[in-house]
C-alpha cells in the first residue's frame, strides 16, 4: 500500500508561483510513474503533468512553459512547480502514483485570485 500526501496549495495572486509536494510512503517509488491532476469545480480532473520513472515528462497544453514536474527519489517526492499562474489554474491539485494499479492522494486546494 502506498500513501501519497499533498502539500504546498494555498492562495497566490494571478502571476505568482507555488510549489507543491507529494511525499509518498513505501521504499518503491523510483519505480512509479506520477502526475499531477486537477479538478476544477464543475469540471472533470485533467492530467496537469507526468513524469516517470526514469524522468520522462509530458504536459497539458494550457501549463507548458510555466509548470514543471520533478522528482527526488531520495526522497520519495515528486514537486509541481507552477509560475505565471493563472485564475484559472484554481482547482484541487491531486497527486497520482501508478505501476501495477493507481494511488492518489487526498489534494491541495489552489486559488489563483487578487
Known amino acids: 500500500q502506498v500513501q501519497l500526501v499533498e502539500s504546498g496549495g494555498g492562495l497566490v495572486q494571478p502571476g505568482g508561483s507555488l510549489r507543491l509536494s507529494c511525499a509518498a510512503s513505501?521504499?518503491?517509488?523510483?519505480?512509479?510513474?506520477m502526475g499531477w491532476y486537477r479538478q476544477a469545480p464543475g469540471k472533470q480532473r485533467e492530467l496537469v503533468a507526468a513524469?516517470?520513472?526514469?524522468?520522462?515528462?509530458n504536459y497539458a497544453d494550457s501549463v507548458k512553459d510555466r509548470f514543471t514536474i520533478s522528482r527526488d527519489n531520495a526522497k520519495n517526492t515528486v514537486y509541481l512547480q507552477m509560475n505565471s499562474l493563472k485564475p484559472e489554474d484554481t482547482a484541487v491539485y491531486y497527486c497520482?502514483?501508478?505501476?501495477?494499479?493507481?494511488?492518489w492522494g487526498q489534494g491541495t486546494q489552489v486559488t489563483v485570485s487578487s
Open positions: 513505501g521504499s518503491a517509488f523510483r519505480v512509479y510513474n
Open positions: 497520482r502514483g501508478s505501476l501495477f494499479r493507481e494511488y
Open positions: 513524469i516517470t520513472s526514469g524522468g520522462s515528462t
